[in-house]
């Protein structure tokens, strides 16, 4: 069987026809590697396509998250926890936390602020100084965190009460028998005197008398210890020597040594003034104060 190929065009334009024959088999070969070539086309084709779609696609979704990125707020910086006080206003300030009945003076016109979680002896120094506008009082602990919490209070003027209890094998161990408790609402150290601190000029005298705590709210109160020219001028602080068992009459370390230490290392000048054997003070000045103080001057 034979089929006829078609050739060139003539000299006219007529289509002339090419008289010679092929076998099927050969036109059969021919068209075959017409599709395979044609396949292979479009193969490259649609990989190519596929490839420049996978490419365009990729960079679509990297310029989405470019464009998401850039409409997003910066992240929010946490507020800093502060207590809000509405009066004094810029003034010289003075704070005794621990006050009992026996609470720092007054100095000149500061504006002294005292401290205290026994209800008696809120209700005591309430009475005496409601007529003194530059003092205010707050029944209240204070601590390194806010909460509420159990207040011992070991003998009847509440001189020994603590948030913590007194250690065995010292001076206060027969305390333990006497205490009684009292449900009391603690205030962090640092909300609260960085509060007070807002609008007004810087805190003179700080006082702490807190059986045991004084140590842990001052670490608490670094930030504030570590400004200069410092925020707070001078410093008297209780605080405790271990005994010859090692140790201190509360159940918290309130080392005499580490306070002062503390207080060192965030430029404070300090003394340690023992009272007896188990318990002294710490004073401490930093610049704009120009010397130490002593246990009268609080």
């Known amino acids: 069987m034979?089929?006829?190929?078609?050739?060139?065009?003539?000299e006219d334009g007529a289509t002339s026809s090419d008289t010679r024959s092929a076998p099927l088999a050969q036109i059969g070969h021919i068209g075959w590697l017409r599709r395979l070539n044609i396949a292979g086309l479009f193969l490259?084709?649609?990989?190519?396509?596929?490839?420049?779609?996978?490419?365009?696609?990729?960079?679509?979704?990297?310029?989405?998250?470019?464009?998401?990125q850039s409409r997003c707020p910066p992240a929010a910086v946490a507020p800093v926890p502060i207590l809000k006080f509405d009066r004094p206003?810029?003034?010289?300030?003075?704070?005794?936390?621990?006050?009992?009945?026996?609470?720092?003076?007054?100095?000149?016109?500061?504006f002294l602020l005292l401290v205290d979680p026994l209800m008696d002896v809120c209700?005591?120094?309430?009475?005496?100084?409601?007529?003194?506008?530059?003092?205010?009082?707050?029944?209240?602990?204070?601590?390194?965190?806010?909460?509420?919490?159990?207040?011992?209070?070991y003998n009847s003027v509440g001189v020994s009460s603590s948030l913590v209890s007194v250690s065995e094998h010292t001076s206060h161990a027969g305390l333990r028998d006497q205490a009684t408790m009292q449900t009391v609402m603690v205030v962090e150290a640092l909300p609260l005197l960085r509060g007070l601190l807002n609008n007004n000029i810087a805190i003179q005298r700080l006082k702490l008398d807190m059986q045991g705590f004084d140590y842990t709210v001052?670490?608490?109160?670094?930030?504030?210890?570590?400004?200069?020219?410092?925020?707070?001028?001078?410093?008297?602080?209780?605080?405790?020597?271990?005994n010859k068992a090692g140790n201190q009459i509360y159940e918290i370390d309130n080392s005499c040594e580490k306070i002062k230490q503390y207080?060192?290392?965030?430029?404070?000048?300090?003394?340690?003034?023992?009272?007896?054997?188990?318990?002294?003070?710490?004073?401490?000045y930093k610049a704009p104060a120009t010397s130490l103080m002593s246990g009268s001057d609080f």
């Open 44 to 68: 490259v084709v649609a990989l190519y396509g596929a490839n420049t779609a996978s490419s365009y696609q990729a960079n679509y979704i990297k310029q989405k998250q470019i464009e998401a």
């Open 263 to 284: 207080l060192e290392s965030l430029g404070y000048t300090t003394r340690d003034t023992p009272a007896i054997v188990e318990w002294g003070d710490v004073f401490a």
């Open 123 to 153: 209700n005591a120094l309430s009475v005496a100084f409601q007529k003194n506008p530059n003092v205010h009082f707050l029944c209240l602990a204070v601590a390194n965190y806010t909460g509420v919490s159990t207040f011992k209070r």
């Open 2 to 10: 034979q089929a006829r190929i078609h050739g060139k065009c003539d």
């Open 218 to 242: 001052l670490r608490n109160l670094e930030p504030l210890l570590s400004e200069s020219p410092a925020r707070i001028h001078n410093i008297m602080a209780e605080c405790f020597y271990p």
């Open 89 to 110: 206003k810029h003034s010289m300030l003075d704070v005794n936390i621990g006050t009992n009945l026996s609470p720092m003076k007054a100095l000149g016109d500061n």
